[in-house]
T-cell receptor, first 115, second 111 residues
Framework: KAGVTQTPRYLIKTRGQQVTLSCSPI?????VSWYQQTPGQGLQFLFE???????NKGNFPGRFSGRQFSNSRSEMNVSTLELGDSALYLC??????????????FGPGTRLTVT | AQTVTQSQPEMSVQEAETVTLSCTYD???????LFWYKQPPSRQMILVIR??????QNATENRFSVNFQKAAKSFSLKISDSQLGDAAMYFC????????FGKGTSLLVTP
C-alpha cells in the first residue's frame, strides 16, 4: 500500500505570495492532519480534515486554510506569505478521527522557504 | 491543554547498547494514547510505538519498548541493541484532538 505523498517536496516563494500544498493520504484513510515544523516552535498542529469537513484547528492565523476533497486528498493554502512561514509542512493520514485513530502516518513533508 | 516534555535534547549510545529516552506529559484525561515517533535526517516521521493509557501492559515492538507510568505521567522509550540506523530525532506525542509533540531528543549512535 502506498504511503502518504506530498507535493511539491520543495518550494521557494516570496513574501506576500500565496502557496498551495497537496497531500494524498494512504488509501482508505479518511482523516488528514497538517503540521508545521520549525526549529523554534517544533511541531505544531494546523488543522485536521475528515470527510471533507474541518474537524479541528490549531492556533494559526486565518492566512492558513485547507480543504479536503471527496477522494480524501487534502490541500493547504497559505496566503500573504511571511518570512516566519518558512517551515517543513507535514501531512499525516489516519483511518478516522479521534481516539486510537491517532495512529497517524506521515508524508515526507514539503519544505517551504519564504524569501 | 496537554503538554509534552522531553528533557533530554541530545542522547548518545554505543552500537549494541541500550538507551532510554524520557518523556513526561500533562493531562486531566483518564483515557488517551501516547506515541513515539522517529524522524531521521530524511525528515520522514515514522511511528515507532503506541501505548493506550487504559492498558497497564507496556507496549513492545521488537527492540523498542516503553515504560509507561500513568500515575507519574511518564512515558519513556527504551531502545535495546542500538543500531546505527536508530540515529534520529525522537518525538514523544500525546493524542488529544491532535498530536501534541514534545521538542524531541536527538539520538546519536556511535560505532
Amino acid at each position: 500500500k502506498a504511503g502518504v505523498t506530498q507535493t511539491p517536496r520543495y518550494l521557494i516563494k516570496t513574501r506576500g505570495q500565496q502557496v498551495t500544498l497537496s497531500c494524498s493520504p494512504i488509501s482508505g484513510h479518511r482523516s488528514v492532519s497538517w503540521y508545521q515544523q520549525t526549529p523554534g516552535q517544533g511541531l505544531q498542529f494546523l488543522f485536521e480534515y475528515f470527510s471533507e469537513t474541518q474537524r479541528n484547528k490549531g492556533n494559526f492565523p486565518g492566512r492558513f486554510s485547507g480543504r479536503q476533497f471527496s477522494n480524501s486528498r487534502s490541500e493547504m493554502n497559505v496566503s500573504t506569505l511571511e518570512l516566519g512561514d518558512s517551515a517543513l509542512y507535514l501531512c499525516a493520514s489516519s483511518l478516522s478521527s479521534g481516539g486510537s485513530s491517532y495512529e497517524q502516518y506521515f508524508g515526507p513533508g514539503t519544505r517551504l522557504t519564504v524569501t | 491543554a496537554q503538554t509534552v516534555t522531553q528533557s533530554q535534547p541530545e542522547m548518545s549510545v554505543q552500537e549494541a547498547e541500550t538507551v532510554t529516552l524520557s518523556c513526561t506529559y500533562d493531562t486531566s484525561e483518564s483515557d488517551y494514547y501516547l506515541f513515539w515517533y522517529k524522524q531521521p535526517p530524511s525528515r520522514q516521521m515514522i511511528l515507532v510505538i503506541r501505548q493506550e493509557a487504559y492498558k497497564q501492559q507496556n507496549a513492545t515492538e521488537n527492540r523498542f519498548s516503553v515504560n509507561f507510568q500513568k500515575a507519574a505521567k511518564s512515558f519513556s522509550l527504551k531502545i535495546s541493541d542500538s543500531q546505527l540506523g536508530d540515529a534520529a530525532m525522537y518525538f514523544c506525542a500525546y493524542a488529544g484532538y491532535a498530536l501534541n509533540f514534545g521538542k524531541g531528543t536527538s539520538l546519536l549512535v556511535t560505532p
